[in-house]
């Protein structure tokens, strides 16, 4: 059964850092292509960053210069640097599906950058 499991959120002040993690189960992350999405109230779930089987990278624009997305063993990780207020969201790892294997989604975890 393919499950994901997203902790390391919590509440920071503006400028610092977290780093979110997502542990999979299930399938191999190493070799999967996966992805880090975040959700505000009233807004559509938005791409921040993608890691293809190969370890290639892509990251939105608007953040790339402070999110770094990255995998080891059997973890995603996003580091998320220089928190802004804007940044305040629930952050969700996803498995696409792919490979005969079913899709996925963690629970998510909440970011709330505040002063």
């Known amino acids: 059964q393919v499950q994901l499991a997203e902790s390391g959120g919590g509440l920071v002040q503006p400028g610092e850092s977290l780093r979110l993690s997502c542990a999979g189960s299930?399938?191999?992350?190493?070799?999967?292509?996966m992805a880090w999405y975040r959700q505000v109230p009233g807004k559509e779930r938005e791409l921040l960053a993608y890691i293809d089987s190969l370890a290639n990278t892509k990251v939105l624009d608007s953040v790339k210069e402070r999110f770094t997305i990255s995998r080891d063993k059997n973890t995603l990780y996003l580091q998320l640097n220089s928190l802004r207020p804007e940044d305040t969201a629930v952050y969700y790892c996803?498995?696409?599906?792919?490979?005969?294997?079913?899709?996925?989604w963690g629970r998510g975890t909440q970011v709330t950058v505040s002063s």
């Open positions: 299930g399938f191999d992350v190493r070799f999967s292509a």
């Open positions: 996803h498995r696409p599906s792919a490979g005969g294997i079913p899709g996925a």
